[in-house]
């Protein structure tokens, strides 16, 4: 209880008048899908490609045998920006924001695909309002592609993390934790997407 109330005490001493505006702002970290990168299937990258025709004949030969067993694994990295707004009066230095865990859950199209969190704290630190947070994903193909045939399917992966990857139909449900010199302020479950921030 003296912790809480100490809060407030510690923040008008640091920051004067301001203390309400960081006390509010600890609470207003806002999250944003912002691109994927690095889209591999069986390893072969394929961010750069925009067209069957950009994979080689070995790359095929590689493909085709797990396509028709089902077992076509694919993984990229979903970078997601978090719009920190205290920067500009040097809150994040002096309280040392990083947000300490970030459970999510993966979703495709509506569809729940898998869950996890981050591995280590990300750190809030410094004069920029904006960080990406780089979360990996792994998966089956078949998970998010239904296509029964290999160049139909191709394609469909290519507009999901080929040159011009789509993530209209990417959401992450996540319930971050932010920690501070003070202690935790955990958020509620939040929906992140591509077109908006969100911090409720």
Known sequence: M??????????VFLFGCSAQNVLENLSKLEFKIDSVTDFEILEIPISGKSSIGDFSPSELLKIVP???SGNLQASFTLNVSVKNPNTNDGASDYLKLEITSLPWEFYFNDK???KGNISEPI???GNSPDKII??????????????NNINELLKTVLNYGGQNPNTSKISLYAKPTV??????IPYKRI???????SSK
């Open 2 to 11: 003296k912790r809480i109330l100490l809060f407030p005490i510690l923040l």
């Open 191 to 197: 929906k992140i997407v591509d077109y908006k921030f």
């Open 112 to 114: 729940n695909i898998l």
């Open 134 to 147: 780089p979360i990996k994903i792994y998966l089956i193909v078949f998970e998010i592609v239904n296509k």
């Open 66 to 68: 797990s396509f028709s």
């Open 123 to 125: 750190k809030l630190h």
């Open 179 to 184: 920690g501070t010199i003070l202690g935790n």
